[in-house]
């Protein structure tokens, strides 16, 4: 029986990986969901039979299982596309929260005086389960707007917070070395929560999905450990691949973000976004605005259009009335495709998600690094609702809170069309240059709204 399980095991981790390659292309996404879910089926299913059937847990297990489906399945039915990253922060903070439950029922378990080797790993996913717990629920209610989005903080919160770590560490060393001590674990416990607390409050609420994919890398950390408590096999790999998985995430994001983590963490980036914003735009110089008419003529004998979606698109979700110009325009013999931006909207992956929801083509679709060459031969770039990807400050503006980030290459096609309300500032805060340029025509108004006019002034044209 043993060995049987192993191989299910074996399977199910095989399932996450190859789930997980496939969720690095957005074609490959929605396959790489159900493999992945497969495997944890599988892992789920094996792990039946070392339990123990004539005992009450299992009627409380059988319980957990119905009640986890039917929330996982209601939840993800029923949430908005706007709302992912706080429901992804809600079950990564059940997941590390669940492991930490789990380390302490085998503490109890293990009794007095248990053997280092045995009590670090449940100690450990205490400790870092219980952060992410908290943690993650600060961002959901940081994203729910259940509480202020601005970073809260105060002077000497650092300081703070390092005391409040190095408290941790001290009870780590005391459970360990003194663990008759029976329920000094709960303290532990509790530091850590208040800890996943603290760690958030001075996060903005824009940074959130860098925060939650850093906490899902704790989870996974946490649940591994678990792994190694129960001698689970199944555990220990899926475990790892979310603490992995999460950890290369976050490093990713920083950097499309032209960030480091230590700045995303520590930096109370948004606190100075009202300043920011009443700065931006008054320097007295001016912009060009079109008409519908003029820009949908323009589209029309057009050759090369290169769409760039950003966050407003999401807002004023416009994803399938960009759709419908893109294919008018293709029909006119225009070469449309969009522009990527790895950091562009609020989430990982938030134009890939939005656009295939709308049934935009793969193909169609490219990478930051794909399509940057390529902006210099485009007749038209066509900003939809974008702002801080395009922004050329990112390049020339030593000072500028984005520069170094790598930005799409939207200042080099030969006409720009920026699509917006009014010319405040994206998520940055910070003015954008590229509104002021020769070649830029805005066009005000809400993204949707705006891309309907187009595709009548396009069908209008001659
Ligand atoms: P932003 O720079 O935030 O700009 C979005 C623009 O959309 C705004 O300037 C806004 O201008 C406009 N807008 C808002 N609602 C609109 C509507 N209904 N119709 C038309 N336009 C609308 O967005 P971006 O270029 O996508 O850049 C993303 C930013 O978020 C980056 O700074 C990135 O670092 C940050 N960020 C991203 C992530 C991830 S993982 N994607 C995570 C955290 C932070 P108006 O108000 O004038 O309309």
Not at 225 to 234: D, M, P
Not at 392 to 405: K, L, Q, V
Not at 425 to 450: C, Q
Request: proline residues 4%; without cysteine.
């Amino acid at each position: 029986m043993r060995t049987a399980i192993s191989l299910a095991y074996l399977v199910a981790a095989v399932l996450f990986i190859v789930g997980l390659k496939q969720l690095s292309s957005p074609k490959g996404a929605r396959n790489g969901n159900f493999i992945a879910a497969a495997g944890m089926v599988i892992a789920l299913v094996a792990t039946l039979p070392l339990l123990n059937f004539t005992s009450a847990g299992v009627t409380i297990i059988l319980i957990g299982i119905v009640i986890g489906t039917a929330v996982g399945a209601v939840g993800a039915r029923m949430v908005k596309m706007t709302a992912i990253p706080q429901m992804v922060a809600l079950f990564n903070g059940v997941g590390g929260g669940a492991a930490a439950l789990v380390a302490v029922a085998e503490l109890l378990r293990m009794g007095q005086h248990p053997a280092f080797t045995e009590a670090f790993p449940s100690i450990f996913s205490i400790v870092i389960g219980s952060i992410s717990f908290a943690g993650s629920m600060v961002a959901f209610a940081k994203l729910q707007e259940l509480m202020t989005g601005t970073p809260i903080t105060y002077p000497g919160q650092q300081v703070v917070n390092g005391i409040l770590a190095a408290a941790i560490f001290g009870f780590v060393i005391a459970v360990l070395a003194v663990a008759s001590v029976p329920f000094s674990f709960i303290a532990l416990m509790v530091l850590a929560l208040v800890l996943g607390v603290a760690f958030v409050l001075p996060i903005g609420g824009a940074d959130m999905p860098v925060v939650i994919s850093l906490l899902n890398a704790f989870t996974g950390l946490a649940v591994a450990a678990s792994g190694f408590t129960l001698n689970n096999f199944a555990l220990i790999v899926a475990g790892t691949l979310v603490g992995a998985s999460g950890s290369l995430l976050t490093k990713m994001m920083s950097d499309a973000m032209g960030r480091s983590l230590a700045n995303v963490l520590f930096g109370a980036f948004g606190k100075s976004h009202a300043g920011a914003a009443a700065i931006a735009g008054k320097e007295g110089r001016s912009v060009r605005s079109g008409s519908a008419e003029d820009i949908g003529t323009l589209l029309a004998y057009s050759q090369r259009v290169i769409i760039v979606p950003g966050y407003g698109l999401a807002v004023a979700q416009a994803q399938h009335a960009a759709r419908e110009l893109a294919e008018l325009l293709e029909r006119r013999g225009v070469e449309v495709s969009y522009a990527i931006h790895p950091v562009a909207g609020r989430m990982p992956g938030h134009m890939n998600v939005l656009l295939a929801e709308a049934n935009v083509p793969y193909e169609q679709l490219k990478e930051m690094d794909e399509i940057n060459d390529e902006f210099k031969n485009a007749d038209v770039a066509l900003i939809v609702g974008a702002n801080d990807v395009v922004n050329p400050s990112a390049r020339n503006a030593p000072g500028s809170p984005i520069y170094g980030m790598p930005i799409l290459n939207a200042d080099q096609a030969k006409n720009i069309i920026f699509m917006k309300r009014s010319m405040r500032p994206g998520f940055a805060g910070i003015d954008n240059d590229l509104m002021y340029d020769p070649k830029t025509v805005m066009f005000f108004g809400d993204a949707k709204d705006s891309l309907t006019k187009l595709v009548a002034a396009v069908k209008a044209a001659a």
